[in-house]
């Protein structure tokens, strides 16, 4: 018999990982990394690009002159706060990306005359632009606006869809995803163009898929659940993250296959700069949507769930019964990593003790003992029988006798 998968034990239950019990270490996590994030947010802010700020672009050649050789070339000129990038075509010609604060028509022909001087080019290559941060402005309008209407029509959804708690956790786990992607543009200093805010409004719908995914699963697992007393709305929405871990995983390393090849071979290698301002935000975003719909989402959904009235009383239920008649598979339901197979089955056997009648002679008799594994079955003497059947309503097998 060929050896079962890691995803099919995963979904039957027989390997589980406690990721909802151990819920406080990833909120733990995820509040140092958030932290981190808030506090460079507010103190060192965005690094904006000359789209949302305005100022002047020039793209000279490189013609083998370096990064550094060019910011001291427009310092020289009196620019002190000039960003300078490398970028390619693909084809092995390096440009120099120089972006400068707006300048007057006097200040764009003095750094012009130093960057013909520094880089050995002419006037024609430098084509200066200048850019109003008018039009980034209105992108970031644009973008808000987008942003609020998604949510509004997000948290309908899925309140209508499966209720009000988990689209709320749904909603916690997007806005973790947010903060994280913006807090690494701010820790790193990468700057943020168009093609970020494009990433950004990308990585939403992927967070929320992966997160769907999972809450599907576990509306399915705790369906009917409040009823019986066989496990906590925890340990089933713990079952439904390990029966859709693997699926999680193998959709995130798809999805980041792709990007990664644009952020480190398009933007790393040819030197593409709009391919790193748009791939890194999905780098980061997809990544932090895979962990927060496993070990954000469902953990916070796991936790307002338990606070209903009915899912209060199940677990009393549940310990109640573990701490009495069920006391040889009280890890069953505390556990999970053992089978829920294992712990049905058990509890099945244990709701067929309670449905017989309480005033019979069996429920006061000692059930047999299950038979061993492999142990011969007991051979039980037949009953003669004297015919084919009990016509005369006497003794059985014959007519009576006179």
């Not at 958030?34 to 947010?41: H, N």
């Not at 310092?75 to 706060?81: H, L, P, Q, S, W």
């Not at 163009?193 to 992927?206: D, Q, W």
């Not at 916070?300 to 009495?324: D, M, N, Y």
Request: include cysteine.
């Amino acid at each position: 018999m060929a050896k079962e998968s890691f995803g099919a034990r995963l979904y039957r239950g027989e390997k589980s990982y406690d990721i909802v019990g151990r819920r406080r270490s990833w909120y733990t996590a995820s509040g140092v990394i958030i932290a981190i994030s808030l506090i460079s947010l507010i103190f060192r802010g965005m690094n904006l690009g000359i789209e949302f700020k305005g100022g002047v672009l020039f793209n000279p050649p490189a013609n083998g002159h370096s990064v550094s050789e060019a910011r001291d070339c427009v310092i020289g000129a009196g620019v002190a706060e000039a960003v300078v990038q490398e970028v390619g075509d693909g084809k092995g010609n390096k440009q120099l990306r120089i972006q400068t604060p707006a300048l007057t028509a006097a200040q764009v022909s003095k750094v012009e005359d130093a960057l013909v001087k520094c880089l050995d080019v002419s006037r024609a290559d430098l084509s200066p632009q200048e850019v109003g941060a008018s039009w980034g402005k209105d992108i970031s309008k644009r973008a808000l606006e987008a942003l609020i209407v998604f949510l509004l029509v997000v948290a309908l959804f899925l309140s209508l869809y499966f209720e009000s708690k988990l689209a709320a956790a749904a909603l916690i786990a997007l806005f973790h995803d947010l903060v994280i992607t913006a807090g690494v543009y701010s820790v790193l200093g990468f700057e943020v163009t168009p093609a970020t805010v494009i990433g950004l409004l990308t990585i939403l719908g992927y967070s929320l898929y992966d997160t769907v995914v999972v809450f599907d699963k576990v509306r399915e697992n705790t369906m009917g659940l409040a009823g019986r007393s066989t496990m906590t709305y925890s340990y089933a929405a713990n079952l439904a993250v390990n029966q859709t871990l693997v699926r999680s995983i193998n959709t995130s390393v798809i999805a980041l296959l792709p990007v990664a090849g644009l952020l480190f071979i398009g933007a790393g290698v040819l030197g593409a700069g709009t391919l790193e301002e748009l791939s890194l935000a999905l780098f980061v975003g997809i990544a932090s949507g895979a962990y927060s719909s496993i070990f954000i989402a469902t953990p916070i959904a796991a936790s307002l769930k338990e606070r209903e009235p009915q899912f209060q009383a199940l677990t009393k239920r549940v310990a109640a019964r573990q701490s009495g008649s069920t006391t040889t598979y009280t890890g069953a339901l505390a556990s999970p990593t053992v089978s829920k197979a294992s712990a049905t089955a058990l509890l099945e056997r244990e709701d067929e003790a309670d449905e017989e009648p309480t005033g019979s002679a069996t429920t006061a008799a000692v059930r047999p003992a299950q038979r061993p594994a492999g142990a011969p079955r007991r051979q039980q003497p037949r009953k003669k029988s004297g015919g084919k059947g009990n016509r005369g309503g006497g003794r059985p097998g014959g007519r009576k006798k006179r």
